[in-house]
């Protein structure tokens, strides 16, 4: 099986202008290379991802924040790691768990209040994201969090979006 | 009352609406940075406007709103209905959406869907090529 990475970072925080150059950079690699839809699937997860570490991540001086997006002949994986400060994983595990124990068709009325009731928030957030990535995903989103020390804690990020078409090469 | 004329960047919109010519476009990349701050350049206008906005719904039949955007991130969705959730609140039954998709991007057509049905608007899907 071939495996490719596509894009890679790490540092020990990120802006938004490295933001969009990851997205560009992932744009290359995909857009013409396999079919529109899939393309736009894994932008999207891609943008969702990158787009929550960059409010939400905090920054404890390691270089422990990393996005990386890789393929194989089945699968595009994104994979990410950021430190968050541990009064903030509470929350994200209840709203990861929840979006996990919905099927497509409950995720899309969750969506669909949540789009109706939510408001963009002062981080410029609508509560989205993870309905988002979720409804695009093959399977579930599989996260990991491991206490760092008594402030901060590693947050584990890994999704994958099937290829449809295996005729097409990177 | 002038149109306004919201130029697309790489990462943001054109919007485009003309009352006078009855039409309104949003074409493009979404995906700002400060994406509350951005349509609210929309939102500004529209509240600044209002009042001859009225008198334009009353006075014409229709309102064509075409769609043309390639991606929008979560933020701008809701932005998105928002702007539509304002125009149906003064030009009510007198809107025309008209959302463009590519071929192939069933993700796009499934997101005009669901805009159609949150706010009970028929839509008219485009493919484009």
Redesign the interface.
């Given at each position: 099986m071939t495996k490719e990475l596509l894009v890679q970072f790490r540092s020990n925080q990120i802006d938004?202008q490295t933001v969009?150059d990851l997205?560009s950079q992932l744009w290359i690699h995909l857009n013409n290379k396999i079919?529109?839809?899939i393309t736009?699937?894994v932008?999207?997860v891609a943008?969702?991802c990158l787009?929550n570490i960059f409010k939400y991540a905090d920054n404890d001086g390691t270089e422990s924040l990393s996005f990386n997006v890789w393929s194989d002949d089945q699968y595009i994986y994104i994979d990410a790691e950021n430190i968050l400060k541990h009064v903030k994983i509470a929350k994200l595990e209840y709203n990861i768990d929840l979006v996990n124990s919905l099927d497509k068709i409950e995720l899309?009325k969750l969506?669909?209040h949540k789009?109706?009731t939510?408001?963009?928030s002062e981080l410029?957030?609508?509560g989205?994201?993870l309905?988002?990535i979720a409804r695009?995903i093959e399977g579930k989103i599989s996260y990991k969090i491991k206490d760092v020390n008594a402030h901060y804690a590693l947050f584990s990020f890994s999704a994958k979006i099937s290829i449809l078409s295996t005729e097409e090469n990177f | 009352m002038n149109a306004l004329n919201i130029e697309a960047t790489?990462?943001t919109p054109r919007i485009f609406f003309d009352p006078a010519a009855h039409s309104l476009e949003i074409a493009g990349f979404s995906?700002p940075?400060?994406?509350?701050g951005f349509y609210q350049k929309f939102f500004g206008w529209h509240d600044t406007n209002l009042t001859e906005l009225k008198n334009n719904a009353a006075e014409c039949s229709h309102l064509d709103v075409s769609f043309k955007l390639v991606?929008f991130?979560?933020?701008s969705?809701?932005?998105l209905?928002d702007i539509l959730v304002c125009l149906s609140a003064v030009y009510h039954k007198k809107l025309k959406v008209k959302w463009h998709y590519?071929?192939?991007?069933?993700?796009?057509l499934e997101a005009g869907e669901?805009f159609s049905?949150?706010l009970d608007i028929p839509f008219e899907y485009i493919e484009t090529v």
């Open positions: 938004y969009n997205l079919p529109i839809g736009k699937k932008y999207s943008t969702e787009e899309k969506f669909k789009i109706q939510r408001k963009i410029g957030g609508a989205l994201g309905i988002i695009k | 790489e990462y995906r940075e400060d994406v509350k991606y991130n979560s933020a969705s809701k932005c209905l590519e071929e192939g991007d069933e993700d796009l669901e049905e949150a």
